[in-house]
């Protein structure tokens, strides 16, 4: 699903853009790249995709090889080396910090404190501290619970139609409505007040429901107009979108590039060139909170001093630094570790599982 794909690597991309332009607002005193503030819609598109994707992933696994317990590892054996190398980063930022051996603001952010809940992946459950350390990790926690809950929330998505898409809408008006009266805030910033599991648990499950629903015959020209009219709606509105009414807009954007992948229809997204790309989607998303920290919050000022020029020129570093880390982290980390961890468990339970790169055998 190519466009997929597409979407998935500028997706991270975009969030890291999205965090790094608070440097640059920081620069200037406003944010002069005004559009960017849209990439904040990426976050609620992860979670969609996520759920769309897993689901689809466990029920081809579930018709030959019923195994909750299996899945969970191959999940753990491709997200977590990376992510807990992250985490023990900003640990050791956190015990230079406390030491005073740098001065990087925020002490909350490096608070070691929070090491325990963040090693287990429950820092969004509840327990505080969800935007501590690695803050852009907070989603996988939610994805984390969401994992352990699949099959259930899989018989939930295999509700009737109808039935499962009004509970979706109303698990949205009702946290978005929650967060309002609670603490002040819309659904999509719930994470920011430690319930980044109320912002993501509608999101992942319409995207279950999604990988299961058989659509109607909907014509090409149609797909495109509307799969334009919501780009156009998303990213060139004089104003940006949040609440209920932003994941009613982010899951109708991504019905269509569902549909547009169904009929063969070319887009964007679909450019070659992310094929291979969409591979560092989540090496992005894990490495760019740590080279932000080293590079735009402590190195950055000091190298090209604090003007709109020289923190733009910090930015691109750090981008480009993101890039050329999430290949080597792929390579280096993320499949051999990949390999290392799903290679004990089938020694360990005395079956194969395969890997991202070795398909599974007849047998199996």
């Known amino acids: 699903m190519r466009s997929l794909d597409g979407l998935r690597f500028l997706m991270c991309l975009g969030i890291a853009i999205y965090h790094y332009s608070e440097y640059i607002a920081l620069a200037h005193e406003s944010d002069p790249i005004y559009y960017i503030s849209r990439f904040a819609y990426f976050t609620d598109i992860f979670f969609v995709m996520s759920g769309y994707f897993v689901a689809r992933s466990y029920r081809a696994e579930s018709k030959t090889r019923p195994d909750h317990a299996g899945f969970l590892m191959r999940r753990l054996a491709r997200l977590y080396p ?7 980063f900003f640990l050791l930022i956190g015990f230079a910090y406390y030491e005073h051996w740098v001065d990087l603001g925020n002490p909350s952010r490096y608070d070691l ?3 325990v809940p963040h090693l287990l992946l ?34 939930i998505a295999d509700l009737p ?3 499962v898409f009004w509970l979706i809408a109303a698990m949205v008006i009702g946290f978005d409505a929650y967060g309002r009266s609670v603490v002040g ?6 994470n920011v007040h430690e319930l980044g599991l109320l912002r993501g648990l509608p999101s992942v499950l319409f995207g279950i429901a999604i990988s299961r629903t058989h659509f109607g015959e909907v014509r090409r020209p149609v797909i495109t107009a509307a799969l334009a009219g919501l780009a156009a709606v998303m990213f060139l509105a004089p104003e940006r979108i ?3 009414g932003r994941l009613l807009m982010v899951y109708s954007f991504f019905v269509v590039v569902v549909l547009a992948d169904r009929a063969a229809i070319w887009t964007p997204l679909a450019a070659r060139i992310f094929e291979p790309l969409s591979r560092y989607s989540y090496g992005i998303y894990i490495i760019h909170p740590m080279v932000g920290t080293v590079l735009l919050r402590y190195l950055g000022p000091k190298v090209f001093g604090t003007t709109l020029a020289g923190t733009l020129a910090d930015v691109t570093l750090g981008l480009s630094v ?36 070795t398909p599974p055998r007849p047998a199996d």
Do not use: K
Request: glycine residues 10%; contains cysteine.
């Open 82 to 88: 990376l992510y807990a190398l992250s985490v023990l």
């Open 113 to 115: 404190h929070n090491a």
């Open 122 to 155: 429950i820092q969004s459950w509840g327990v505080g501290g969800s935007m501590a350390l690695n803050y852009a990790a907070w989603s996988l926690s939610v994805l984390w619970l969401c994992y352990l809950l699949l099959p259930l929330l899989i018989r």
């Open 161 to 163: 139609r109808g039935l």
């Open 185 to 190: 805030a819309p659904i999509t910033d719930l």
């Open 242 to 244: 949040d609440g209920a």
């Open 322 to 357: 993101v890039m050329i880390g999430a290949v080597i982290s792929y390579r280096l980390i993320e499949q051999p570790a990949n390999r290392a961890i799903l290679g004990a468990w089938e020694r360990r339970r005395g079956r194969g599982f395969a890997t991202e790169r």
